[in-house]
């Protein structure tokens, strides 16, 4: 063999060795690696459980229905309290929804225990009147409404059409009329503005924030700006542990506006994850 190919031979032989040696101890390695990693795998999947639970509730469930339905999430929740609840009866709606939350699909209405600590609140301060951020399918208006001492009004504020009207269908089933459950259909930044010359509001008892966590801060400042905020009026913010409003919590606690505490829960219709409703209490302008 000439002393050329011999030594090309010998480079290829080489390389080849090489090669295998590289790929030889990944082979060994890879199914260690994944027996190293399966525990932290186990550990992730048994922490975060609930997520999970939540993920396929509120997502995965939710896609496969409205493909097969044709619908929206919110109609079909309205179909069933419709065939589900006695009209004019808040409580059997309000069962109705819970029912249909827990048992069919997930919908981030307050829920049954951080809606007690609702009840609770509006029994203790008995406000005039009430403004709600966020409606959804009209939930907690028909909660706040049925707490309302005779005479009070609630001002609900949706910025989705179709959410508002579902929640308009809902509140008049629950047997709630205009005079007492009044549905604006805007964004609450253009709607605090206006509050005082469209709605004829002086002053706001009870604010419920429930809409997207981002607005809580503007709105509360929006609020304060606006003189409608007095001595004593409540703002309670709903999910200020998950998903979380920082800010507005940073604002609550440093302003030195505001008497507030945390009413710690969990998340509406999952076990295991931890939620909580902020109290703020106005101390007014000194
Ligand atoms: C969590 S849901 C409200 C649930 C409802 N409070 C209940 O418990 O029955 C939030 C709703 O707020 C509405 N929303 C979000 N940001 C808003 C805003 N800036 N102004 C008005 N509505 C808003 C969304 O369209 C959505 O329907």
Redesign the pocket.
């Known amino acids: 063999m000439p002393a050329a190919q011999h030594q090309k031979e010998n480079v290829t032989s080489r390389r080849t060795s090489a090669a295998v040696s590289s790929v030889w101890p990944l082979d060994m390695v890879s199914p260690a690696i994944a027996l190293a990693f399966l525990p932290l795998l186990l550990t992730l999947i048994i922490r975060y459980r609930y997520y999970f639970v939540l993920f396929y509730r509120a997502v995965l469930v939710r896609w496969v229905q409205d493909l097969l339905t044709g619908i929206s999430r919110e109609e079909r929740v309205y179909q069933y309290i419709l065939t589900h609840a006695t009209a004019g009866d808040p409580d059997s709606v309000l069962d109705t929804?819970d029912h249909w939350c827990s048992k069919v699909e997930f919908?981030?209405?307050?829920?049954p225990k951080k809606g007690m600590i609702l009840d609770r609140l509006l029994k203790e301060h008995c406000p005039l009147t009430v403004l709600?951020?966020?409606?959804?399918?009209?939930?907690?208006?028909v909660?706040i409404a049925r707490s309302l001492p005779i005479g009070a009004r609630l001002f609900s504020?949706?910025?989705?059409e179709g959410?508002a009207r579902v929640a308009e269908k809902v509140i008049r089933l629950a047997g709630f009329d205009d005079d007492t459950v009044e549905l604006i259909v805007?964004?609450?930044?253009e709607?605090i503005p206006r509050l005082r010359e469209d709605y004829g509001v002086e002053r706001l008892d009870f604010v419920?924030m429930?809409?997207?966590k981002r607005?809580y801060l503007p709105?509360l400042q929006m609020l304060e700006g606006s003189g409608l905020l007095g001595e004593g009026s409540v703002v309670l913010a709903?999910?200020v542990i998950f998903p979380g409003a920082p800010n507005f919590l940073r604002h609550m606690r440093r302003s030195g506006l505001y008497e507030h505490r945390i009413h710690r829960a969990t998340l509406?219709y999952i076990r295991g994850i931890r939620d909580g409703m902020a109290e703020l209490v106005y101390r007014g302008v000194k």
């Open positions: 929804f919908i981030s209405h307050i829920g709600e951020l966020g409606t959804h399918c009209g939930y907690t208006a909660r504020v949706e910025m989705d959410n805007r964004p609450s930044d709607v419920f429930d809409h997207w607005c709105d709903d999910n509406e």
